[in-house]
């Protein structure tokens, strides 16, 4: 069984990908589209591995809200796995390549801060919380998202998640 900690970090980590979910999302490379095509539902699948190889699959839906001239995101994430669900929100700014905002976590109150920057295909993206850190890369394509999270100071290995629109 998992620890109660162990399951907290897991939830707080999760929310941090719905961040680069939006994030990712944001990015333009060569033949895409504009920002208000992040708009809508998207879904996928993805694993939350932890330090000593475990893994678990979780199932993840999220909508976007795109406002003030493709500069302001929200976004509702929900996830779930065997053992836990995700209820997350999330609002961005973007400045040219430069993504900023904040996320929570709500079902266990777990709140942070983004600042990233984007590359060619995705971006890179520091989260911080209160209690952890991570670094994230992400790829991105007009029906296609895929992050990968790489936490500091956890149990957690790596989360990635997959979304689908198209």
């Not at 003030?68 to 669900?85: D, H, M, P």
């Not at 520091?126 to 296609?144: D, E, L, Q, Y």
Request: a positive charge; aromatic letters at 8%; charged letters at 20%.
């Amino acid at each position: 069984m998992v620890s109660e900690f162990r399951i907290s970090h897991v939830y707080r980590l999760v929310a941090v990908a719905a961040t680069a979910v939006v994030a990712m999302s944001l990015v333009q490379p060569a033949g895409a589209g504009t920002v208000k095509e992040l708009a809508g539902r998207w879904s996928g699948w993805g694993s939350v591995k932890l330090s000593n190889g475990a893994t678990e699959r979780v199932r993840c839906v999220a909508t976007y809200f795109v406002k003030r001239a493709e500069t302001l995101i929200n976004q509702n994430l929900r996830c779930a796995s065997a053992s836990y669900k995700i209820d997350a929100k999330a609002h961005y700014n973007l400045k040219g390549d430069v993504l900023t905002g904040a996320w929570e976590e709500r079902t266990h109150s777990a709140k942070g801060n983004v600042k990233g920057r984007m590359t060619g295909d995705g971006f890179k993206l520091a989260v911080r919380g209160k209690t952890f850190s991570a670094s994230m890369i992400v790829t991105s394509s007009p029906c296609k998202q895929s992050i990968n999270i790489f936490p500091s100071g956890l149990d957690v290995s790596r989360i990635a998640i997959g979304l689908k629109k198209c």
